[in-house]
């Protein structure tokens, strides 16, 4: 019997679950394999790690949430420089991700566009587009950006963008895919299309972070940071802090996991993909509490992706310079909310992360799929009603996530380390929903006063400039 198992369940699957239009399980899978994303590939992308964190970003997170196949139209044939396909074939690397090669695509299903297409073809098209700073998709070829100054995260930006727009567009928002849509890392306040919000080429980059929570928002972040332009990767010291193992539900919103790895601390697994491109990496399989000090040989700078209240709001206690946190929305209506804060600010976290008795799965066992669910183990075993009962809450209750929106959320949270190495403002507070991505806000916040937020950084490598195709 196929059943609602929170250890498996897929949570972006899960979508369709509490949103009643399943009737079962099995519903919810046929639906969410008819879900295909087609990515255009042209001309330029192997000459620039932009469109090469846009292409394998695009990939990797499509392959999570459109169960129905990303195909993959490449125009040249090469081998890719971006550290997280490095010295593969572009061909091998759309494979390892999870992605499809076909000779011709279709017009029933909507298109990414990377690079110089001529013809592209999809029931939509959208074209993945950057410069500096500043990364989003637009309808039509002529609106893209100049391309000129690279910046692995805004590629890495545009395509969770893309792959956004086209699940939305098939979930039936009539604006996804027919819209432009971005965002400025430099300058969140401004329009992505202004010079003004492209910024400077990143000169530095991080030395040490403490990354706590390997789970969806944990290795986005990771991902992002192999993509950062880094001269020498062993200069670079990673804290890991996770507690859990990997479970078959991982999978459909963790980027560096696949089903494999079940089984496995997540800490270990994720300090295996991130060694390899050359960091060194210490770990921590504890939870994250009031006993948790940094000492000064530690990284200062913490990047948080938990899901409870009680952990985060012990973060200021914990003896960091700089903390940035980002919690992702769980349910049917807000699971593309992203909310960041960066401490200290104004906001206590005690303040920002209020204890909540809110239990999300009660709200959901009348929809039709879990009653079928609960009609089914009726049948086949011999739990009572209210065991049964218990087991779906359980499941209901999960939270309802799609790799892409945990990528968006990841640009974000490494460019507030990025800004404040570069001497700029960060934020206090941003907020953002991808069913309107140009509606952000952003609080921005002064530093304080001497006050020492990094713990090292190291020079960029210098290849942030490329030129115009």
Known sequence: MNTLDPETLHRTTKLELDEGRAQSLEEAQEIMKRYVLQIDAGIGVLESET?????????????RAFLGGVRVRICERGRMGLSWAHEMDMVEAIKVYGGEIVETLSSEYPTLVIGEVSQPTGSLVVFGTWEGWSGG????????LCETVEFPLAGMLAA??????????????????????GLS????????????????PCLYLP???WLIGLGHLGQAYAWALGLLPY???SDVDLMLQDFDHIVKANESTGMLINETLVGQKKTRAVSKRLEALGFNTSITERQFDLNTRRNDNEPGVALVGVDAPTPRRQLEGAGFDLIVDAGLGGGQSNYLEILVHSFPSGIKAVDAFPVSNRQRGNSLVDLPAYKDHHQKMREATDLTDAEIDCGIIEVAGRSIGAAFVGSFAATFVISEVLRNLAGIPECAVFSVSLQNPDKSQASIKRPEEGRAINSGFVKARISTHRANS
């Open 51 to 63: 469109r090469q964190a846009m292409l394998l970003t695009a990939v990797n997170t499509a392959a």
């Open 137 to 144: 998709v637009v309808e039509k070829a002529k609106d893209r």
């Open 160 to 181: 969770s963008l893309g792959v956004s727009e086209a699940f939305q567009n098939l979930r039936g928002n009539v604006f996804a895919s027919r819209r432009s849509a």
């Open 185 to 200: 890392l430099w300058e969140p306040r401004r329009d992505w299309r202004e010079k003004s919000a492209f910024g400077e």
């Open 207 to 209: 030395k040490r972070l």
């Open 231 to 233: 001269e020498d990767t």
